[in-house]
């Protein structure tokens, strides 16, 4: 009886630590966020790790290439947009659980140059010469069809009756920190980028902020897929923490909703 026993604890412990490694894995969560959440998001998920062991592996690119993505069986189990329209549509396209969505931070867009230009700062307003000001250069900025920053980019623009004359002269790249990056190498005159972004680059600067009236509300919400893991729903609560506030604010993102514990 005795031997049975200790075989049946040994088979136990064998059995345990083949299985141990699978449901460490387990606790990992696949995070699809949009480009400019990079470095705030980086800090959130490190904090998250302490404090829960669980490993959050990030993809960063424009939320109009993540969205297409998730539609396509992409393994996520949360997504982070840049603006409502690319979540309104991975929700139309049953692809996110739209109880778990939350209307979550707001941003800025700004207009910046190299850290070493002679331009200096700007009045954005209704009527600015845009098209003078970047002379025979470019301005770069993402997407302005598809993804968010060039969407709101190109919506002010509109309304401030300056896209007309300067749409030719933009450098479109496939998300926000690609043009922020032009900028900084100083193959682009100017930029358009949020100004969470324009605050992690030390190799450009502000030198305008366009009018928040002059586009629409830049608004990041985030959701749970519909093939989440069930640990989704306690890293979206810490998302909404005062932990996660702080780091939020820290690099310049506003907070939209009641901070949790």
Do not use: C
């Not at 502000?206 to 729903?233: D, L, Q």
């Amino acid at each position: 009886m005795h031997r049975l026993a200790g075989l049946f604890t040994a088979f136990t412990i064998l059995w345990g630590s083949a299985y141990a490694p699978a449901f460490a894995q387990d606790k990992s969560l696949t995070v699809f966020a949009a480009a400019s959440m990079k470095n705030a998001l980086d800090d959130i998920n490190a904090a998250y790790t302490a404090k829960t062991g669980a490993k959050i592996v990030a993809s960063y690119a424009a939320s109009s290439a993540l969205a297409k993505q998730i539609e396509q069986g992409a393994p996520a189990d949360i997504f982070v947009s840049a603006d409502t329209d690319w979540m309104d549509y991975a929700i139309g396209k049953k692809n996110i659980n739209e109880a778990t969505r939350v209307n979550l931070l707001g941003n800025s867009i700004v207009l910046i140059a190299p850290k070493d230009s002679k331009i200096e700062n700007v009045e954005i307003r209704p009527g600015f010469d845009l098209a003078k000001l970047v002379g025979d250069g470019k301005i770069a900025t993402a997407d302005v069809k598809s993804v968010p920053v060039g969407k709101y980019a190109k919506a002010s623009l509109e309304n401030l009756g300056a896209w007309a004359a300067v749409e030719p002269k933009f450098a479109m790249t496939e998300n926000v920190r690609a043009a922020l990056a032009l900028v900084a190498r100083g193959e682009a005159v100017l930029g358009i980028v949020y100004s969470t972004d324009a605050k992690v680059e030390p190799g450009v600067k502000i030198i305008g902020t366009f009018p928040a009236n002059s586009h629409p509300p830049i608004i990041y919400p985030v959701g749970a897929t519909t093939t989440a893991k069930a640990e989704a729903t306690d890293y979206l609560a810490f998302l909404r923490s005062s932990a996660a506030k702080a780091i939020f604010e820290k690099y310049g993102f506003r907070f939209l909703v009641s901070p949790t514990t």
